[in-house]
């Protein structure tokens, strides 16, 4: 059986990682190819990178980011942000990412997912989905360019489109509960791991392994995503791995 | 020197930079001379069959890597370059593989979920040079087509994914990893490692 993952993001922002990372013996604490290397040392399944620059310089830097990083660690990663173009996509995974993230764009032009889809596999289309509770309408909401903006569509029929048209993977953040560290959002997870059967990356939340362990096994999530907690040495890795061990939850 | 089989498909950086990372000089290369004199080869691959044989025809690849393989130095597919390395595949039609191990190349059939993506674990099945120092343990899958082997003493390693999957295969001086070594963390680069140590000597020494 395949083991659960539990997932780093780190957030760059013109080649540097912002929203400071807090470990010890750090030569640059903003460098995300020296971050990526320790979080591949402590045991990461995965890494996100989530490219928030705002220039074109800035995303020309990322793909530098991407290819050292992929020449430094030995797990998969994925590169989210900004990325509008099959092109855009191309030159992402040429550097060595294995994955690539698309959010807004995906709103934008759904035709992109597939397109991406075609040209590289379903593998490699990791769509990004931010959702909200709608009082209103009693179900979520998809929201775009960074939890800024409603985008008016019902999350639960918006990630079963995305994988019709060939996303491999979702990456689907709980606005509600991102940052409050309370656990992830298991009623929106379960609810999207129910209607599509490709694997849900869930983010927004954690705050400590047993809100993993919640999030595996009430949520049916493939994959868990955290930042600031690991960032910061609230939790490690490995710490989270052997309480899901423990429980006997598939992990490596 | 270790020859990386360059032939147009797929991204070449990350194995590239393993091999390095594990201190042996390398060469992505397409060229029939530089492959045949190398001390151990490795042929990776992402993509469908179908196009990767075809460029392999169209290169000349393809006897290439038959001749290479004749010569008794190691030869080592990843992900679907092990998968070349088998009679055939039913990817998007009939292709005929390398054919340097017997074997079908077959689609995941069932009500589960395909690709095959993750972090599965690794079950050994006999003895080989690759485990030299290593312990069962999980490595990163990306597949949706899968070999079924025509002899069991090919296989050195399986997974589980709804049945048991062809993970490593072995016979001889050709070797073929249905993971990604180079993703697959300490495991993958010990891995790794213990093959590339095999290309440093010649096969058949008398102690």
Same mark, same amino acid.
């Not at chain 1, 360019?145 to 990456?171: D, F, N, S, T, Y």
């Given at each position: 059986?395949?083991?659960?993952?539990?997932?780093?993001?780190?957030?760059?922002?013109?080649?540097?990682?912002?929203?400071?990372?807090?470990?010890?013996?750090?030569?640059?604490?903003?460098? %995300?190819?020296?971050?990526?290397?320790?979080?591949?040392?402590?045991? !990461?399944?995965?890494? #996100?990178?989530?490219?928030?620059?705002?220039?074109?310089?800035?995303?020309?830097?990322?793909?530098?980011?991407?290819?050292?990083?992929?020449?430094?660690?030995?797990?998969?990663?994925?590169?989210?942000?900004?990325?509008?173009?099959?092109?855009?996509?191309?030159?992402?995974?040429?550097?060595?990412?294995?994955?690539?993230?698309?959010?807004? !764009?995906?709103? /934008?032009? %759904?035709?992109?997912?597939?397109?991406? $889809?075609?040209?590289?596999?379903?593998?490699?289309?990791?769509?990004?989905?931010?959702?909200?509770?709608?009082? !209103?309408?009693?179900?979520?909401?998809?929201?775009?360019?960074?939890?800024?903006?409603?985008?008016?569509?019902? $999350?639960?029929?918006?990630?079963?489109?995305?994988?019709?048209?060939? !996303?491999?993977?979702?990456?689907?953040?709980?606005?509600?509960?991102?940052?409050?560290?309370?656990?992830?959002?298991?009623?929106?997870?379960?609810?999207?791991?129910?209607?599509?059967?490709?694997?849900?990356?869930?983010?927004?939340?954690?705050?400590?392994?047993?809100? *993993?362990?919640?999030?595996?096994?009430?949520?049916?999530?493939?994959?868990?995503?955290?930042?600031?907690?690991?960032?910061?040495?609230?939790?490690?890795?490995?710490?989270?791995?052997?309480?899901?061990?423990?429980?006997?939850?598939?992990?490596? | 020197?270790?020859?990386?089989?360059?032939?147009?498909?797929?991204?070449?950086?990350?194995?590239?930079?393993?091999?390095?990372?594990?201190?042996?000089?390398?060469?992505?290369?397409?060229?029939?001379?530089?492959?045949?004199?190398?001390?151990?080869?490795?042929?990776?691959? #992402?993509?469908? *069959?179908?196009?990767?044989?075809?460029?392999?025809?169209?290169?000349?690849?393809?006897?290439?890597?038959?001749?290479?393989?004749?010569?008794?130095?190691?030869?080592?597919?990843?992900?679907?370059?092990?998968?070349?390395? *088998?009679?055939?595949?039913?990817?998007?039609?009939?292709?005929?593989?390398?054919?340097? /191990?017997?074997?079908? #190349?077959?689609?995941?059939?069932?009500?589960?979920?395909? %690709?095959?993506?993750?972090?599965?674990?690794?079950?050994?099945?006999?003895?080989? %040079?690759? *485990?030299?120092?290593?312990?069962?343990?999980? #490595?990163?899958?990306?597949?949706?087509?899968?070999?079924?082997?025509?002899?069991?003493?090919?296989?050195?390693?399986?997974?589980?994914?709804?049945?048991?999957?062809?993970?490593?295969?072995?016979?001889?001086?050709?070797?073929?990893?249905?993971?990604?070594?180079?993703?697959?963390?300490?495991?993958?680069?010990?891995? /790794?490692?213990?093959?590339?140590?095999?290309?440093?000597?010649?096969?058949?020494?008398?102690?």
């Amino acid at each position: 059986m395949l083991a659960k993952r539990i997932i780093p993001c780190l957030d760059v922002k013109d080649g540097r990682v912002v929203k400071g990372v807090n470990f010890v013996n750090l030569r640059d604490a903003g460098d %995300p190819v020296e971050l990526a290397a320790i979080y591949d040392k402590e045991n !990461a399944d995965e890494l #996100v990178f989530l490219d928030i620059s705002a220039s074109s310089e800035g995303r020309a830097t990322m793909i530098e980011v991407v290819r050292e990083t992929a020449g430094e660690i030995s797990i998969p990663f994925t590169v989210g942000g900004g990325i509008s173009s099959v092109d855009h996509m191309k030159n992402l995974l040429r550097a060595g990412a294995d994955k690539i993230g698309i959010n807004t !764009a995906a709103v /934008l032009n %759904p035709q992109l997912v597939s397109d991406g $889809a075609r040209k590289f596999g379903s593998q490699c289309i990791v769509v990004a989905v931010d959702a909200k509770y709608n009082e !209103a309408w009693g179900e979520w909401e998809v929201y775009t360019h960074g939890g800024r903006k409603p985008a008016g569509i019902r $999350a639960l029929e918006w990630v079963r489109k995305m994988e019709q048209l060939g !996303a491999g993977e979702l990456l689907l953040t709980s606005m509600d509960a991102d940052g409050t560290k309370d656990g992830f959002d298991i009623s929106l997870t379960r609810a999207v791991a129910d209607l599509v059967s490709i694997p849900v990356i869930a983010s927004g939340g954690a705050g400590n392994s047993g809100h *993993f362990y919640e999030v595996f096994t009430a949520g049916g999530a493939d994959a868990g995503l955290a930042a600031t907690i690991f960032h910061y040495k609230e939790l490690t890795i490995q710490g989270v791995k052997e309480d899901l061990l423990k429980k006997g939850v598939e992990i490596r | 020197m270790i020859a990386i089989i360059d032939y147009g498909m797929g991204n070449l950086h990350s194995v590239s930079k393993a091999v390095e990372r594990l201190g042996y000089a390398y060469e992505v290369t397409a060229d029939k001379e530089r492959i045949m004199n190398a001390e151990g080869a490795i042929l990776p691959g #992402v993509g469908a *069959f179908g196009d990767a044989m075809e460029e392999l025809e169209a290169t000349g690849l393809k006897e290439t890597i038959i001749q290479y393989a004749a010569s008794g130095k190691p030869l080592l597919g990843i992900c679907l370059g092990m998968q070349l390395l *088998f009679t055939q595949s039913e990817e998007h039609g009939q292709h005929a593989g390398l054919n340097l /191990l017997p074997g079908q #190349v077959v689609r995941f059939r069932g009500d589960f979920k395909v %690709p095959h993506m993750g972090w599965n674990r690794l079950k050994f099945h006999q003895q080989s %040079p690759l *485990f030299r120092g290593l312990e069962e343990g999980h #490595v990163y899958f990306v597949h949706s087509f899968h070999v079924q082997l025509e002899q069991d003493g090919d296989l050195l390693a399986s997974t589980d994914y709804f049945g048991q999957v062809t993970a490593i295969v072995g016979r001889n001086n050709v070797y073929g990893m249905q993971f990604h070594p180079e993703k697959s963390g300490e495991i993958g680069m010990k891995l /790794l490692d213990n093959y590339l140590s095999l290309c440093r000597k010649p096969l058949s020494v008398n102690p």
